[in-house]
């Protein structure tokens, strides 16, 4: 309370109960009464204690209705902050997102028109080497530059003849509601620079895995993956007989599955620690791969007969054309075609190939990045569209 409202209080009842007792002197010196003196003398008023007994706080009951009341506009006030502050924090989750997905829609973008641009200039020929008849007809170019023979062989150039291999018909005439194409390993434990143990995915058979999709996914062809292990004899890695454990599976399939054209043995190669064979295609690291062909020849003993193959010529044909596709519109792709003397069961369909992709020292990516381009030149032969 003010000083004017005690002030106002005491005059107040002096009026009302002092003035009677009061002297007229006492009367006129009111108004020089001390500060001190009036309060002590508002301390001693009735009124006083009356207010200050009013002056502290009760709080107000409210009747039940009137509280239910209350509590339900809390209720409904908290209620509705809560969802405004929900509905802001959706608003913001849904921005952050779109700003996301735009930004990864431009990202991808940015990838489709790059793999765009390099598959552009991939289905477009653009061979390093002479490819014209002419060239290809000196026996000796051809050697040089398509082929490695081993020192265990021969060959001639009645042997090698490139017009002869083109104009081979080496077209699918089997349509895909029955098997196709069947891939195998007879090394089915060969492995790369990161490949997991015990996981499958990670080895040669991982890659047939991916060269099979694309090939049925992309292409669709009707293709037969074996999976099988010829190279473990009693757990332990052993490849002295491979060759013959795989031969029997795949007579069983091809037995099963006449319609089958394309025999694929899918193999990595082994080369020294310090070689990488990798190149870059469509902007990707991409193994080298080399075609191996077998003569069942060999330079001490003249023809192996006993290893007999009369599919030599068209298996020739066919690594030819798969390498001379290859040079129009993956140069780099191709190591070559490596003639060695034995038969590396070629002998079992005329469209059957040994193909080595990379080597020890390359990544399953790069490896498996090899198939694109190998599945995509094996269509351009199995269609004539090359």
């Not at 002096?14 to 309060?39: F, N, T, Y």
């Not at 891939?183 to 996981?199: A, L, R």
């Not at 075609?291 to 068209?314: H, K």
């Amino acid at each position: 309370m003010t000083r004017f409202q005690k002030a106002f209080c005491i005059i107040l009842c002096l009026c009302l109960v002092g003035i009677p007792m009061m002297r007229k002197a006492d009367l006129i010196q009111i108004p020089q009464i001390k500060s001190d003196d009036l309060e002590r003398l508002w301390k001693r008023l009735p009124i006083y204690g009356y207010l200050q007994e009013k002056s502290v706080w009760e709080p107000k009951k409210e009747d039940p209705e009137t509280y239910e009341k209350i509590v339900q506009a809390n209720e409904e006030y908290l209620e509705g902050k809560v969802l405004d502050e929900n509905q802001e924090l959706v608003q913001q989750e849904a921005q952050k997102e779109q700003e996301e997905k735009q930004k990864e829609e431009e990202l991808q973008k940015e990838k489709e028109e790059k793999e765009q641009e390099a598959t552009e200039t991939a289905v477009t020929p653009h061979p390093v080497l002479d490819l014209s008849p002419e060239r290809l007809a000196d026996y000796n170019y051809l050697l040089n530059n398509f082929f490695i023979v081993d020192p265990n062989t021969a060959t001639n150039p009645e042997q090698l003849n490139a017009a002869n291999f083109l104009a081979e018909d080496l077209t699918m005439k089997q349509d895909n509601s029955k098997p196709q194409i069947l891939i195998y390993h007879s090394h089915s434990q060969e492995d790369f620079t990161d490949t997991v143990p015990g996981d499958v995915s990670t080895t040669v058979v991982g890659v047939g895995d991916y060269l099979a999709q694309i090939l049925q996914d992309q292409y669709g062809y009707s293709v037969i993956h074996v999976t099988d292990a010829f190279d473990i004899v009693n757990g332990e890695l052993d490849r002295n007989q491979a060759y013959d454990f795989a031969r029997a599976k795949v007579e069983q399939v091809l037995q099963e599955n006449p319609s089958i054209e394309v025999v694929i043995d899918l193999h990595r190669d082994g080369v020294p620690e310090d070689r990488h064979l990798v190149t870059e295609i469509n902007g990707k690291p991409t193994a080298q791969i080399m075609c191996y062909n077998g003569l069942s020849y060999t330079v001490n003993n003249g023809p192996v007969d006993y290893l007999p193959n009369p599919y030599v010529q068209d298996n020739l044909a066919f690594s030819f054309q798969l390498e001379y596709q290859a040079e129009q519109y993956y140069p780099d792709l191709y190591r070559g075609i490596y003639l060695a003397g034995l038969r590396y069961n070629l002998h079992l369909r005329p469209k059957a190939i040994l193909l080595e992709a990379g080597a020890q020292t390359n990544s399953v990516v790069e490896v498996k990045n090899a198939m694109e381009p190998f599945a995509d030149i094996l269509n351009r032969v199995l269609t004539g569209e090359g």
